[in-house]
């Protein structure tokens, strides 16, 4: 499955670290494929992506596509932002549980005429910025 990808016309505001191990994330989420490492050992998902199990502490890891639906467990809207993000206030940040078991900390983007409830359902998008993405979740 792959994400709607939202163009945003500027560099993100604090750009994420990326390593060799977390390049095969960051490549498919800016293609709008959402993925992260799976055991092969516990068959438990983890995110963000690892290359030992925090459950059973194997080493058997591989990238595994993840759904893109989940519930808003919580939010709120940032108003007094810290430095970095002071351009884009006021806005909106989320935690999602996912249906496969995850739960997630991201951007929630506002839709027209949507008010965000805990409970309801939301889908995540690509946050694609002039200089890479960032994963971010919408209300259905």
């Not at 163009?7 to 800016?30: C, D, K, N």
Request: net charge positive; hydrophobic share 35%.
């Amino acid at each position: 499955m792959t994400l709607e990808r939202i163009p945003v016309a500027r560099p993100r505001a604090y750009p994420p670290r990326i390593s060799a191990f977390t390049q095969p994330f960051w490549e498919g989420l800016r293609d709008g494929q959402w993925q992260s490492t799976c055991c092969e050992s516990c068959g438990k998902f983890t995110f963000p992506p690892k290359p030992v199990c925090p459950h059973c502490w194997s080493q058997k890891m591989q990238w595994k596509p993840l759904g893109s639906r989940g519930t808003l467990y919580s939010w709120t809207r940032i108003h007094a932002a810290p430095k970095v993000f002071v351009d884009e206030a006021p806005y909106a940040v989320c935690v999602v549980d996912l249906e496969i078991g995850l739960r997630i900390a991201t951007r929630l983007v506002e839709r027209e005429g949507a008010t965000f409830e805990c409970g309801m359902p939301v889908e995540l998008v690509v946050l694609q910025y002039e200089d890479g993405p960032l994963l971010a979740s919408r209300p259905l």
